[in-house]
């Protein structure tokens, strides 16, 4: 009995993960050609019963996990864990959860920034809802942006497409701002390209400051 249970225990994960699979292009298509129709997509799922969502499309969240933190924690082996364990080294626990860290903080900073603009009461079942829709419009831009510092053969060259795949980025949280906030093009331009500005001023002061003390340090 208990061997007939694991049977079907490893049935139903080698289902799950062959549909993850055969639905992570679709959904990546749909994301990256069609982000308005894939933020509606959110909004109109959670409008069903929790069992019943994102059946056409991979989840949000499972999405988030193949195209931006398994790529990220990819980044940070090393060779002779790549020559070792191959592309299952990602799934380290150590290293996953580096990945999985350094893939959420786009994420966290534009969830903070939109809910922290919103006039609307603070509700878990809203911040999940806009949780699953930035783990849609941030997965591709983090895929992008670890593929340009992993291939990228020069310092300036992985600037250049860093640079090119943030204007990516503020043109994906652009199409929520406006979808959520009802904002005109503009304002969701300035406004979806505010937090950006705001950590990058954040970092370049630390920066500085670390600049003007270290002779002192010395």
């Known amino acids: 009995m208990a061997q007939f249970k694991i049977l079907q225990m490893l049935e139903d994960a080698f289902f799950e993960i062959m549909a993850w699979l055969l639905l992570l292009p679709k959904t990546l298509a749909q994301v990256v050609f069609k982000p308005v129709r894939a933020i509606e997509y959110v909004n109109g799922e959670w409008e069903k019963k929790p069992a019943e969502r ?3 499309f991979l989840s949000p969240v499972v999405f988030w996990i ?14 002779t864990e790549i020559i070792e364990s191959g592309v299952f080294a990602v799934f380290s626990e150590n290293k ?6 350094i893939a959420a903080q786009p994420l966290l900073i534009y969830l903070m920034w939109i809910e922290l603009i919103n006039n609307r009461p603070l509700r878990k079942s809203a911040l999940q809802r806009m949780f699953y829709i930035q783990c849609y419009v941030t997965a591709p831009a983090l895929l992008a942006i670890t593929l340009a510092l992993r291939l990228a053969s020069t310092i300036p060259t992985a600037q250049f497409w860093s640079a090119f795949i943030v204007a990516f980025l503020i043109f994906y949280e652009t199409l929520v701002m406006r979808s959520e906030l009802k904002m005109r093009w503009t ?10 500005v705001i950590v990058g001023a954040f970092i370049a002061l630390i920066v500085l400051i670390v600049q003007l003390f270290r002779p002192v340090m010395l």
């Open 54 to 56: 994102f059946d056409e």
């Open 66 to 79: 193949f195209v931006a933190v398994l790529p990220m924690t990819y980044v940070f082996l090393t060779e």
């Open 96 to 101: 996953i959860w580096l990945g999985a860290g």
């Open 187 to 196: 304002k969701a331009i300035l406004t979806a390209a505010a937090p950006l």
